[in-house]
């Protein structure tokens, strides 16, 4: 049996890249700083990583900007510690996937959004290189906005295709930027100019025949949700998402719906038995322990304390189904978004369901969670349908 080739990195094509560690890499750093466009760079190298898998560098440039922004994933990465890792962007896309495929640009926003970052993001043809420089500007001139390109390695005369690594930085003199390339067994960070770089995000990927661009993370002024999510580590969530988006409106259209209870059995009947393993209760939060139990049980309540709520925890008790007490279905139909119940025919029904379902009404904290819930359902279901490869910015109801 013949031995596989193997490699221990690759030299890197110099010029048009300029490494980060030699003399010439060094003096534009010094120049960077003292110009005030290397701010946002401290607070990534101090968590630069290394791609874990050949196809992970959209993971990596994702989990390093996330901890970067000190963004709580509000979920245990190993130990008592929580820690964004590739290895917990399980959302929008099977990691088994990733591992084979990488990552699309859609999915990698569906991604960053599902962690809680503010995410806004742009393709070539939806920009121009004027505008990438300032951003490119921007960020690299404060520590609480991060950039991740999408580019053709090709570009640069280096081994290998699409590419997604962090900006560390801006030389305005040079016009040039400094790449933390997050597959450092391959290549060391380097420099790269601007208009270059432009050069290889500008370019079409062919799987989906969309260009290359780039993405702005930064963190947004509250978490998005303290204690719930929506979760997608198997392909069941892809069932369950198709049926909340797309089954409930047609099932509910289908036939004259007389009251409210025939419209939530019909909805509660057909509903997927695996709905647990949609939504999850996050197991950590940045509260105290003792707070974080406290909160909980009052959204616990709060959720009890629903119209909704009482309709389902009927169904379940009729059907002496025990191992639902409702709240989990309630929060599933409260995230639906209000279109979805637009197909019941009667006005009085319609409208009894959409008081119910309204979340103008909800307490506070309720209404936070739910909210979240909504978006992130309808990111997977953008994600699932590959929608988000096109309509990344049109905006969530």
Not at 112 to 120: F, H, L, M, N, P
């Amino acid at each position: 049996m013949a031995a596989t080739e193997s490699f221990y990195q690759r030299i890197l094509p110099s010029p048009p890249a300029i490494d980060f560690s030699s003399s010439e890499g060094k003096q534009l750093f010094q120049e960077a700083i003292q110009g005030g466009t290397m701010e946002g760079f401290f607070k990534l190298i101090s968590y630069f990583q290394t791609q874990s898998e050949p196809a992970y560098c959209g993971l990596a440039s994702l989990s390093m900007v996330l901890n970067a922004l000190a963004i709580d994933p509000g979920r245990k990465w190993k130990g008592p510690w929580r820690w964004f890792d590739e290895s917990m962007l399980d959302c929008c896309e099977p990691l088994e996937r990733i591992k084979l495929e990488g990552i699309s640009f859609g999915k990698l926003i569906c991604l960053a959004q599902c962690a809680g970052a503010k995410v806004k993001a742009f393709r070539t043809n939806q920009s121009t290189i004027d505008d990438f420089r300032n951003h490119v500007k921007t960020c690299s001139s404060s520590d609480d906005c991060h950039l991740i390109s999408s580019y053709h390695r090709g570009m640069f005369k280096q081994t290998g295709t699409g590419h997604f690594s962090p900006i560390g930085g801006y030389h305005s003199e040079k016009d040039m930027v400094l790449i933390l390339d997050v597959a450092r067994f391959k290549y060391p960070p380097h420099w790269v100019p601007l208009t270059l770089l432009w050069e290889a995000m500008n370019t079409v990927v062919k799987t989906s025949g969309l260009s290359r661009g780039f993405i702005l993370i930064s963190k947004l002024r509250k978490p998005l949700s303290l204690f719930y999510t929506l979760r997608c580590k198997n392909e069941n969530w892809v069932g369950i998402a198709k049926y909340l988006i797309e089954d409930v409106p047609r099932f509910i259209s289908s036939e004259d719906m007389n009251d409210v209870r025939m419209v939530l059995t019909t909805v509660l009947s057909s509903f997927p038995s695996d709905f647990g393993e949609f939504i999850k209760l996050v197991e950590d939060s940045s509260q105290e322990e003792k707070d974080w139990f406290s909160i909980k049980e009052k959204i616990l309540k709060q959720v009890q304390e629903t119209g909704l709520h009482k309709y389902v925890k009927e169904f379940f008790l009729v059907r002496e189904i025990s191992c639902c007490s409702g709240e989990f279905p309630t929060l599933l139909l409260l995230a639906l978004p209000p279109l979805a119940w637009n197909g019941i025919r009667n006005p009085n029904v319609l409208q009894e369901i959409k008081a119910l379902t309204l979340t103008d009404d909800l307490p506070y904290l309720l209404q936070e969670e739910v909210l979240h819930l909504r978006s992130q359902l309808q990111l997977l279901d953008r994600c699932n349908g590959n929608r988000l490869e096109e309509d990344f910015g049109v905006p969530l109801l």
